[in-house]
């Protein structure tokens, strides 16, 4: 696919991730530089905020003007004015894990997964948030990725990053995973890697390639049909922006680049819009209460 590539924010993040749409602004983190970043697309303004720890995703809550996030000491409350508080912690802190990626599906449940923060261990969970409390829905996994729903609310998606596998499951209505099943297998020779991904308004889903300079859609069968070229190596999430939501918003990363690599590709670590011809969905917001 020949896009229009656009790098919004060259702002060299170490680990960017997590970008979300809300509020007609995108949201999105650095892990490891413990940041969260606030773009305006409409204004240009950008705004950064410290976190105590590594911080790793951003849910908006029902009603509320602030967020659900990851933090490596558990699960958090955060508002810009006011910072952070503990919701919850969900694992020892003897395993050396950390929350990774997360999304919100559309009853407001929370969904997120935790990874060995050495990336050595499968000491790493997929779990569920909801009303209910925390709820562990699989495991044995080093790098959590990707989660997922489809528009019709049947089918979600999971990824082992290191295993190069992007799982399907089917999703009941009160939010119990079944029937997992291979949905991609990714080439076990290469150095590329399934990141973060998102589901388009058609059920479409959106993979960012780690090492691959950009990002796959694949149909609802597990056919790979458009890749989306960037000018940096690793990137890590897509998210759907804009006021139609057509336009795919990149985060990416340094992480792991050589000097001469960044020399080569010196956008690596910005955030990047695309526009798609297909909308996603709409960010939905977590239900505390």
Request: proline share 6%; with cysteine.
């Amino acid at each position: 696919m020949t896009a229009q590539v656009t790098c919004v924010w060259d702002l060299k993040a170490t680990l960017g991730e997590g970008p979300i749409w809300h509020g007609d602004t995108l949201w999105f983190v650095d892990i490891k530089q413990r940041k969260i970043h606030n773009y305006h697309p409409a204004t240009g303004e950008r705004f950064s905020f410290d976190a105590p720890d590594q911080v790793t995703f951003l849910g908006p809550i029902v009603g509320a003007t602030g967020f659900v996030v990851g933090l490596k000491a558990g699960i958090h409350r955060f508002h810009p004015a006011t910072g952070f508080s503990l919701l919850l912690e969900v694992e020892d802190a003897a395993l050396n894990n950390r929350p990774n990626d997360a999304t919100v599906d559309a009853q407001g449940r929370l969904w997120f997964g935790t990874m060995h923060d050495g990336e050595e261990n499968k000491s790493g969970s997929l779990y569920r948030m909801d009303l209910t409390g925390v709820a562990r829905m699989d495991r044995d996994i080093c790098i959590t990725n990707g989660p997922c729903v489809s528009p019709d609310g049947k089918t979600f998606y999971h990824t082992d990053t290191l295993e190069k596998t992007i799982y399907a499951f089917d999703l009941s209505e009160d939010g119990l995973l079944s029937n997992k099943r291979v949905f991609v297998q990714f080439a076990l020779g290469d150095e590329v890697y399934p990141d973060g991904s998102v589901v388009d308004s058609e059920g479409y889903l959106w993979t960012a390639l780690w090492g691959g300079f950009g990002a796959v859609r694949f149909s609802p069968q597990g056919e790979a049909v458009t890749r989306i070229e960037l000018p940096a190596p690793n990137v890590t999430k897509p998210c759907f922006g804009g006021p139609d939501l057509k336009t795919l918003y990149f985060t990416t990363a340094r992480k792991g680049l050589s000097d001469e690599t960044l020399a080569q590709y010196p956008l690596a670590g910005g955030v990047f819009a695309v526009p798609v011809d297909v909308a996603g969905q709409p960010q939905h917001e977590v239900r505390l209460v």
